[in-house]
């Protein structure tokens, strides 16, 4: 949440270099954003409120610098105004901040402060870390300033520094992510690689309580508990550059649907041993529990079925952000397996440290290599899908499923099957994904376009896919959807159905199928409109999805043609599919 970049090099067109960076980062923030540069021993600087990417190279005259930081906003504390957008100053406007978190006591410190009689401009807690900065900038260096800030912040965050008489950015981090990309003789840092990777993808990562200074001559790195510098490892992102583009598409949400033509064969070409003995690991487990937020939550859901069924092994699942409530039941012989895309997801992540804690051994399913989960758990397995850039997760959703599949299949010691499996649905889902297919779903679109409400139901794995459906349908559509395990429908939620009410049916064809159909029936009969998802039509549908019979990967195929519905809905109803409203990708606050 909230993008930063920062760029220090040969180039003079620092602020656009920065602009440009953060137009890749968009997804994490779109209410506002700004840029501060070193121009002529001053900071100068320009805010905007809404969307970056609205902006275009030399819309603003930019004096000519090498130095500068950027910031695009998701609010947390106070409105969505300029006054709010970062870059934020001391009073001098000597000092300039961008920050990506929340600081929890920023109350306090605000108020102490101000007694002080430093002046506030703005609503937010970012503030704060400026004139804090600035008060210890009298008998302090700026690193020692910054280094004392840092000890006295709690919470979560990411920020970026510079000084208007010194040639450097500074960058400290505690829960939020922050990459420093090392060019030719030009460095860059991002809360995400694809801000930069046009440039380089040789990078370092900078772990919680670190600290960078970045002059010229490049990086170094500090601890700031041990106040000693560090060493850091270069790694090679193997993302090319143009993936981090629309290409041909005019939307990532859809160039990362009809990705997934291919990212399932990427998620399961995985080394056999690595995988073996992570099937091991879970076979040992004194109870294996599975975490994630949001959308890589209901993939967790779903893997509880795939385990079951596949494996006959239960494991337990539970919601990022509710875990700490949970987390008593975990043991020095538990495994926990943290699924997410991004790796950064603070609810998740903080389930981690908590398992890590108690002396469980974690695995993290995720897509950002060198993420930090990637870093902090004991395993991991990358979904190889390539950046996903659109709010809405699409492919890296059925890439957790895919590789969840073949962990399940793995604990039975069918690793070989559950690939030839998982390859026979790679190659369903190419064939379904055609421009025909695409103008079905657009049709079902334009029928539901103004509808209020949309019910999704599903048995079994395809329950957890109802649950995702609904998620889908909210973020990009924004019209009330809700998914619900098809038996429960007699319990309650039928009395919300009514004429035309339309009802998603999802749909395997197994043992489920049957029950669904009849709750299919007496929905039908209640006056909904049934849309069926089934490789099979069916005469309760009033409407048919045709999906490929794809067995046990049913429920993974079954979302694609709803992930291209919202998609659809979303553009019918003139919404961002990129960048719904209220939304961010990659939720690094709590
Ligand atoms: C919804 C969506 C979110 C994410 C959630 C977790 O389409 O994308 O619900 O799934 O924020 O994010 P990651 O997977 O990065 O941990």
Redesign the pocket.
């Given at each position: 949440m909230c993008g930063i970049f920062a760029y220090l090099g040969p180039q003079n067109n620092a602020s656009e270099i920065a602009i440009t960076g953060l137009k890749k980062l968009e997804y994490r923030g779109y209410d506002s954003w700004g840029v501060a540069a070193l121009d002529r021993e001053e900071i100068a600087y320009y805010k905007k409120v809404g969307k970056i990417s609205a902006y275009s190279t030399g819309d603003h005259a930019f004096n000519p610098s090498h130095l500068a930081i950027g910031h695009s906003r998701w609010a947390t504390h106070g409105g969505i105004t300029e006054a709010n957008a970062h870059p934020h100053f001391n009073s001098a406007k000597s000092i300039a901040i961008v920050h990506n978190g929340i600081i929890e006591n920023y109350a306090k410190i605000k108020a102490d402060l101000e007694t002080r009689g430093y002046h506030f401009v703005s609503e937010t807690d970012s503030e704060t870390i400026a004139h804090l900065i600035d008060s210890h900038l009298p008998t302090h260096t700026l690193e020692e300033a910054i280094k004392l800030t840092m000890s006295e912040l709690e919470g979560r965050y990411a920020i970026l520094v510079i000084k208007k008489d010194e040639q450097k950015i500074i960058a400290a981090r505690r829960g939020s992510p922050l990459i420093v990309g090392i060019g030719k003789q030009e460095f860059y840092i991002a809360s995400d690689i694809p801000a930069f990777l046009e440039h380089t993808n040789q990078v370092n990562y900078l772990d919680d309580d670190q600290m960078v200074v970045i002059d010229h001559r490049g990086p170094q790195y500090f601890d700031l508990r041990t106040n000693s510098p560090v060493e850091k490892r270069l790694i090679t992102i193997d993302w090319l550059a143009s993936t981090a583009e629309k290409g041909k598409y005019p939307h990532f949400m859809i160039k990362e649907i009809m990705e997934q033509q291919e990212t399932i064969r990427r998620a399961v070409e995985q080394d056999n041993d690595e995988i073996q003995k992570i099937a091991s690991a879970i076979e040992n487990a004194y109870g294996t529990y599975l975490v994630?937020?949001?959308?890589?939550?209901k993939v967790c859901l779903a893997a509880t079925y795939l385990f079951s069924r596949i494996a006959q092994r239960h494991v337990n699942f539970a919601v990022?952000s509710e875990f700490s409530s949970l987390q008593h039941f975990i043991k020095d012989r538990s495994l926990m397996i943290a699924?997410?895309?991004?790796?950064?997801?603070a609810d998740?992540l903080e389930a981690i440290r908590a398992a890590k804690t108690k002396g469980a051994k974690t695995l993290a399913i995720i897509?950002v290599k060198g993420s930090t989960m990637d870093r902090e758990s004991d395993f991991s397995i990358h979904l190889k899908a390539g950046p996903e850039q659109a709010?809405?997760?699409?492919k890296?959703?059925t890439s957790q499923l895919a590789i969840l599949t073949l962990l399940a299949y793995a604990c039975t010691g069918q690793l070989a099957e559950g690939k030839r499996l998982l390859l026979e649905t790679q190659s369903q889902i190419t064939d379904m994904l055609n421009p025909r297919y695409e103008d079905h779903i657009r049709s079902l679109a334009d029928l539901l376009a103004e509808v209020e409400s949309i019910y999704i139901i599903g048995k079994g794995v395809n329950y957890a896919m109802a649950l995702e459906s609904a998620?889908?349908l909210q973020?990009i559509s924004y019209i009330h959807a809700e998914g619900f395990a098809a038996g429960e429908l007699k319990h309650g939620p039928l009395a919300l159905i009514t004429t035309d009410t339309p009802v998603i049916a999802l749909i395997s064809n197994d043992e489920t199928r049957q029950d669904i159909l009849n709750n299919c029936q007496e929905v039908k009969a209640r006056g909904a409109y049934v849309i069926g998802v089934a490789s099979e039509n069916n005469p309760v549908f009033d409407f048919w999805i045709k999906v490929p019979d794809a067995g046990i990967s049913q429920g993974l195929v079954n979302i694609i043609p709803i992930q291209l519905l919202a998609y659809h809905l979303g553009l019918l109803r003139k919404n961002d599919p990129d960048m719904p409203r209220n939304?961010a990708?990659?939720?690094t606050v709590k």
């Open positions: 994630g937020c949001g959308t890589a939550g990022g699924v997410s895309q991004s790796g950064e997801t998740t897509n709010v809405a997760s699409t890296a959703t998620i889908k973020e939304l990708k990659s939720v």
